[in-house]
């Protein structure tokens, strides 16, 4: 039980802690982008800026001054283009990296070309001799390296997110085995106490319903209301009994001694079973039929088992009307054993599925009044299937019925 509670504090852990350390890697992705577009936009505007003052307006037509560094242009992977009003390629320099558009737009943009990016800014030309229009310029720069770049910066984020979250998964199962430890001494204390407790009930309980049997026995001489008394005595001693037991089981369930298990025929358990509770289907004209593998042989303690599916039975017909259907379905495959218990009573509500294996827990909460169930049954029979290495499930629909699925590895198997 505690393993499973410590895997989920480690697993919540990490899933919060991954949460955070995604968000800031985006984070800082995002900043990092920003400024790398932000610095390459404005040495590509300064870059326009200089090659539009290098253009001159002469008898009607754009002259470009040959003056810019090529190299340079060519080192950075950098390209300039002269437009003249209409859109028209005038003169370029540099690497070729655009096809030439029909319209220029006048602004930022980011276009592909091939496998790469190239982000280009255009201005607008003006004549420095009448301040008219004449045309544009466009400076563009590839977009690889500044890719190379991020993706260096992705893998080295994601990268040190995993060495964080190994890191932290290493420490995590220390931490949460310390902080489990005192809980669990805890729980062991009170396990320890229940059944120290339970096994000194036992004892007195023994007693009083020993001398009330005997004074039922020989009711001579008592008045018929000290009758009832004693036989409300009797039952309430009965209750307390069942319940001491079972608190008992539960506080020792953990550890069943090797040498109680043996090789049984489920089938005939479970045969057994069926003709046993038949007398109790009757009474409530209740239909109790099984459908069960001739033979299946299960490594097991036999009282255990016999008291896992006594109480899943007697539950089944509990919560099944009159003219209902319990029937009890034993299979056996190369992977495991499968036994259902499946009726057509009163079926459970889907918000107390996740409830019904909870110790006192009672769906109707005046079962225990009237037929003395003290909400321990399920969780009984839970334990017992989780000692053998199974698990109960249920699937249950309110006004259909429910089917209480137990199921065995093959570790179970003779």
Known sequence: MFEKIRRR?????????????????????????????KQQTQKLAALAQVAAANAEFDNGRIKIENDLPQDKLFENH?????FDTKGNLIEKQGQYLLKL???????????????NRVQSVTLPIISSDDKQFIGYVRASQSLEELDETLNK???????????????????????????????????????????DASHELRSPLMAIKSNVGVALKYPEGMRETDVEKFQAISSA?????????DLLFLARHDNIPKQSKET????????????????????????????????????????QITRLFTNLIQNAIYYTPSEGIVEIIANRSVSDIVVNVQDTGVGIAPKDLENIF????????SRSYNSGGSGLGLAIAQAIAQNHGG???????????????VRFPAGSLN
């Open 391 to 405: 698990l109960i499930t249920v699937t249950s629909q309110l006004g259909i019925g429910s089917c209480f699925t």
């Open 9 to 37: 504090l480690l697993l919540s852990y990490l899933i919060v802690l991954s949460l955070i350390l995604g968000g800031f890697a985006i984070a800082v992705r995002i900043v990092f982008i920003h400024s790398l577009y």
């Open 264 to 303: 049984v025929n489920l089938s005939s358990i479970l045969n057994n079973l069926v003709q046993l509770h038949q007398p109790q289907a009757l009474a409530k004209q209740i239909h109790l039929k099984s459908q069960l593998t001739e033979k299946i042989d299960l490594l097991c303690d036999p009282n």
């Open 101 to 115: 558009p029909v319209h220029v737009k006048e602004g930022e943009q980011i276009n592909p070309v091939g496998k």
């Open 78 to 82: 950098q390209e300039l283009n002269w």
């Open 237 to 245: 001693t009965n209750q307390m009994t069942r319940l001491t037991e």
């Open 358 to 365: 909870e110790r006192f827990w009672r769906a109707d909460k």
């Open 153 to 195: 910066l992705d893998f080295g984020l994601g990268g040190g997110i995993i060495v964080a979250l190994i890191i932290s998964g290493v420490g995590g199962v220390w931490l949460t085995r310390q902080a489990m430890q005192p809980i669990e001494e805890s729980f062991e204390r009170l396990k320890q106490f229940t059944a």
